[in-house]
């Protein structure tokens, strides 16, 4: 068997409608850590209160937690503030995967920004091109996956919604939400 290393690296995206894309992603988070890879997670919306995952990670070597955003923004009062917000989150990431150090990147709810305008996909998708190929593996996730992303992406997994509790008015619940 290759090592990890030396195998060819992959753009994954998780999206769709259903539950469960960060913490697929996160899941390869742990997974990547316990192999002893450099990880990078680097949060779009997510910011300032505290989360499960990020608590978890810190107790881990290897891996850096950037919790970026300004909180869940599609109620925005101030969509500049979220433009802003995510470029300078998106010039942050271009700098990172151009460090070429970690062996993992998630670009946790970066999809999201890409599906309100506050990022272009094509132009995501190009600096991804351009970086071809990767040091280490990318991960994407988020809802509505421009196609210019789903054509570069090597695997792409929707998430399916049948039922979620959010519908019958329960709210998150820590240790499952976060």
């Not at 997974?31 to 881990?60: D, S």
């Amino acid at each position: 068997m290759s090592k990890p290393r030396d195998q060819p690296k992959r753009l994954l995206l998780l999206t769709g409608e259903g539950k469960g894309k960060s913490s697929s992603a996160f899941g390869m988070v742990m997974r990547a850590a316990g192999w002893g890879m450099r990880v990078a997670v680097i949060q779009f919306i997510k910011g300032k209160w505290p989360t499960g995952e990020e608590k978890a990670a810190k107790l881990l070597p290897g891996i850096d937690w950037f919790a970026m955003g300004d909180g869940f923004t599609w109620d925005t009062e101030n969509p500049e503030q979220d433009r802003a917000t995510s470029r300078r989150i998106w010039d942050f990431c271009r700098e990172r995967i151009r460090g070429r150090r970690d062996d993992l990147v998630v670009l946790d709810e970066i999809l999201y920004a890409m599906a309100y305008g506050w990022l272009s996909g094509a132009e995501v998708a190009a600096f991804l091109a351009e970086q071809r190929p990767w040091h280490g593996h990318l991960v994407l996730t988020g809802r509505s996956a421009p196609e210019e992303l789903v054509a570069l992406a090597d695997t792409v997994t929707e998430m399916k919604l049948l039922k979620h509790g959010f519908s019958a008015g329960l709210t998150a619940t820590r240790g499952v939400e976060f």
